[in-house]
């Protein structure tokens, strides 16, 4: 494997695209905050330098970013533009919505399994998506897993493995250093600092995923992520189509407000509310006629239009039968505390 030195630009310029201050730096290349003078839209730019000199690098990078700009989900970071200017090439991507997961692990330890079933699903959602169409990743690290305040997350950096000079890699790469990022956000560290081979269960699960023989790895990333939840590790949360709830609360000051519930867990609900709930709150969370749970909301994060959305914890995870029952009622879900 080749990689190419990183040089910063020398100029505030790069193409269409006016550079801001630079963000990180590495073997793949240094990005920087930017502006696209055309349009005025924030970007990312990161810059790979040598390509000019190695037309076959070049040849390569390029074709995989035309295949990353293809690359339409919402679990994906979009990729924007490629070129090269002055011997350096560059990459332009949409700004990630979110926090890299290396830095929220780092500053808040391991995500709760919850937050990990949904992570775990939406990563394999797009990864299937993308090998459908012909793109590996291969290069999956938590710092490009970014996590937005109402937990869903995004996957970037994709294009960059040609941009280090690495081609040709399979579908079971992106598999196994998928299980590498479920490991560090389930255990705080990052694989296989602390596996215990005895343990069974996920650490069974993750260890075929990184199996050293691909043969051995689940057929996709979408097995994968079913083979956690079949372990009962992670919990998978089910989006729900949008839909306006009525609530009330007798014993609320502020009376009833609007909820909009949007995923259903075993392990929790999210909830959108015009008002902020504080974490710890207590709800009573009535999915139509004769079915009530109770939870306690665990995080609160702003959203658009004065609302907020609110991931709540049952106080006993569901069983497969009462999860189903939720799904067929969420539509008409109301929330009393």
Known sequence: MT????AAPSAVVLGRYALGHEISAGPDGRARRGRDRRTGRPVVVTVFDGLADDPDRHHRTARAFRAAARLDHPNVVRTLDFGVDAGSGYAVTEPP??????????GGGPLEPADVGRMVAELADALDYAHAGGLVHDGITPDRVFVRADGGVRLGGWGFAAAAGRWGSAPAEDVADLAEVVYLALTGRPWPEGFDPEAGGVSDTIRRAIDPDPAQRPVSAGAFAQSLVDDRRVDVRHPIAPGLMGAAGADDP???????VQDVSAGGVGLLIGRRVEPGTALRIAFGEGVTVRARVVR???KAFGHWFHGCAFAEPLAADALAGLL??????????
């Not at 919505?97 to 780092?106: C, F, M, S, Y």
């Not at 067929?328 to 505390?337: I, K, L, M, Y």
């Open 3 to 6: 990689t190419g030195t990183v």
């Open 254 to 260: 502020l009376g009833a407000w609007p909820v909009i």
């Open 97 to 106: 919505d979110g926090a890299p997961l290396a830095a929220r692990v780092a």
């Open 300 to 302: 609160a994060g702003a």
């Open 328 to 337: 067929r009622r969420a539509g008409e879900a109301v929330v009393v505390s």
